[in-house]
């Protein structure tokens, strides 16, 4: 891939072509990593307290520790109305570089309750009106794109639609709602090598959004399976020893602060 990548740069730049032929070019560079695209069903707690199934197509290597992610999921009740994985031909939002969805390589949940967020465009997804009315049409109809009908529609709106006079467009983090995404939710992705979470990002914020490293991504659809898999271990490995490292890191803080506390204490 990354042989035919430089072969496209070369051809870019002797034929002066613009960025959205540059874009679509890409695209049909990642086409071929689509066939290294599977599906998996997972299974999750709707906002109606009820269980159901999600489909999610996801890069192969990654199929076990997605499948992982949302047991866990499952574990601690964390509720979930929609989540994607896979997205063909999604560009960046306002962007020229290719998503990691594309790659099958990121996931997003319950867009509405942990929205994307642009602050130098105020755009935001998915889109929310400042009219309550329409606000309740857009969601409606968002909804039902996710096929989301009957008990758990009702439940979902009477999260996501605010109270009359409510300025609040779910960017205020300290609320806690159902469904929004908690450290655990981002310690459940990372131990499960989804280190990139879009709600630590400050322009734009996509607080729906987990992935892997794009390096790694773009590695893993190049190389075949069993390296793959090696280099996805190795990945999953780092983040294990780092978050060992920060775990003694912050048991010596706690430790020094305490004994701090105490000195303080015998000599007063
Ligand atoms: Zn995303």
Same mark, same amino acid.
């Given at each position: 891939m990354k042989k035919n990548f430089v072969i496209l740069i070369f051809l870019l730049s002797v034929t002066n072509i613009n960025t959205?032929?540059? !874009?679509?070019?890409?695209?049909?560079?990642? +086409?071929? +990593?689509? /066939?290294?695209?599977?599906?998996t069903q997972?299974?999750?707690?709707?906002?109606?307290?009820?269980?159901?199934?999600?489909?999610?197509?996801?890069?192969?290597?990654?199929? /076990?520790?997605?499948?992982?992610?949302?047991?866990?999921?499952?574990?601690?009740?964390?509720?979930?109305?929609m989540a994607s994985g896979f997205i063909e031909s999604r560009s960046i939002?306002? +962007?020229? $570089?290719?998503?990691?969805?594309?790659? +099958?390589a990121a996931?997003?949940?319950?867009?509405l309750i942990n929205p994307y967020f642009n602050i130098q465009t105020m755009?935001?997804?998915?889109?929310?009106?400042?009219?309550?009315?329409?606000?309740?049409?857009?969601?409606? !109809?968002?909804?039902s794109n996710w096929n989301i009908m009957g008990d758990e529609?009702?439940?979902?709106?009477?999260?996501v639609i605010q109270e009359e006079g409510s300025d609040d467009r779910f960017l205020n983090r300290e609320i806690k709602r159902k469904g929004m995404i908690t450290d655990k939710v981002v310690s459940i992705f990372r131990n499960h090598g989804f280190n990139i979470w879009g709600g630590k990002w400050r322009q734009p914020m996509d607080f729906m959004h987990f992935q892997i490293p794009r390096v790694l991504a773009e590695k893993l659809l190049e190389v075949d399976? !069993?390296?793959? $898999?090696?280099?996805?271990?190795?990945?999953?490995?780092?983040? $294990?020893?780092?978050?060992?490292? $920060? #775990?003694?890191?912050?048991? !010596?803080?706690?430790?020094?602060?305490?004994?701090?506390?105490?000195?303080?204490?015998? #000599?007063?």
């Open positions: 959205s032929v540059f !874009a679509s070019s890409y695209l049909l560079e990642i +086409g071929s +990593g689509i /066939n290294k695209i599977v599906s997972v299974i999750c707690h709707s906002f109606d307290d009820s269980i159901k199934s999600i489909e999610l197509n996801v890069m192969n290597v990654l199929k /076990n520790d997605v499948e992982e992610i949302f047991n866990e999921l499952f574990e601690i009740n964390f509720p979930i109305y939002t306002e +962007g020229t $570089q290719i998503s990691l969805h594309s790659y +099958g996931i997003d949940i319950n867009e755009k935001m997804d998915p889109e929310r009106s400042s009219d309550r009315d329409k606000d309740l049409k857009l969601i409606t !109809a968002n909804l529609l009702t439940s979902v709106l009477k999260i399976e !069993a390296t793959a $898999q090696d280099l996805w271990k190795k990945h999953k490995r780092s983040i $294990q020893k780092k978050n060992i490292f $920060q #775990t003694m890191w912050s048991k !010596a803080f706690d430790f020094v602060k305490k004994c701090r506390k105490y000195c303080c204490i015998a #000599t007063e």
